[in-house]
């Protein structure tokens, strides 16, 4: 079996997997910038973490480092 064979048959788990990470670091860069209170860091460090950690910056910067709302 070729490298495309074995990419085809893998796509349709991986395609949905592609386009959710992309939307949760495309919403954690918007959040980042639009938010203006942070418990922890700087909007350059939480935009590389959500943009550059794939699954797991996001998840970090809603956990660690946004701050609430006042």
């Known amino acids: 079996m070729t ?3 074995q990419l085809q048959e ?3 788990v991986l395609l949905p ?3 959710l990470q992309l939307g949760l670091a495309v919403y954690t860069v918007v ?3 639009r ?3 942070y418990k922890r ?3 350059l460090l ?3 973490v959500g943009a550059l950690l794939s699954f797991i910056g ?3 910067y809603f956990a660690l480092g946004k701050g609430e709302e006042e």
Request: zero cysteines; a positive charge; charged letters at 10%.
């Open 3 to 5: 490298k495309i064979n």
């Open 10 to 12: 893998y796509l349709p």
């Open 17 to 19: 997997l592609i386009i």
């Open 31 to 33: 959040d980042v910038w």
């Open 35 to 37: 938010h203006p209170h």
């Open 41 to 43: 860091g700087s909007k």
């Open 46 to 48: 939480w935009t590389l």
């Open 58 to 60: 996001p998840i970090l």
